[in-house]
């Protein structure tokens, strides 16, 4: 069973800078991305990060590009967000998600390819 587990969260001065790690369990040697998402009360959930098993490759939404990493970990089955000069406004609850595909697995910031989601990490950012 496909399942995503989100911990690192909590809460942080403005500028500061926050890890957040998605641990993974069941899956196979299949291609798949997985994305960070977030959800800011009273906003929709924003796709912020993604990185593919398959290549490697990344993308990051313009809110976070420069200041937020996503890296992967295949030995510890892991997929992390470094977060630095945090901002107020990065303030959300912080889930992480997992899409498969046949082949070659695209990064992807949009919501609808992703099958499978964590229950999410509150990330607090103050001023």
């Known amino acids: 069973e496909v399942q995503l587990v989100e911990s690192g969260g909590g809460l942080v001065q403005a500028g500061g800078s926050l890890r957040i790690s998605c641990g993974l369990s069941?899956?196979?040697?299949?291609?798949?991305?997985i994305g960070w998402f977030r959800q800011a009360p009273g906003k929709e959930r924003e796709g912020i990060s993604s990185?593919?098993?398959?290549?490697?490759?990344?993308k990051y939404a313009d809110s976070v590009k420069g200041r937020f990493t996503i890296s992967s970990d295949n030995s510890e089955n892991a997929v992390y967000l470094q977060m630095n000069s945090l901002k107020p406004e990065d303030t959300a609850v912080y889930y992480c998600?997992?899409?498969?595909?046949?082949?070659?697995?695209?990064?992807?910031?949009?919501?609808?390819?992703?099958?499978?989601w964590g229950q999410g990490t509150q990330v607090t950012v103050s001023s």
């Open positions: 998600a997992a899409a498969f595909w046949i082949r070659r697995a695209p990064p992807s910031l949009l919501a609808a390819p992703y099958d499978y």
């Open positions: 069941g899956f196979n040697d299949e291609d798949y991305a």
């Open positions: 990185i593919s098993n398959s290549d490697g490759s990344t």
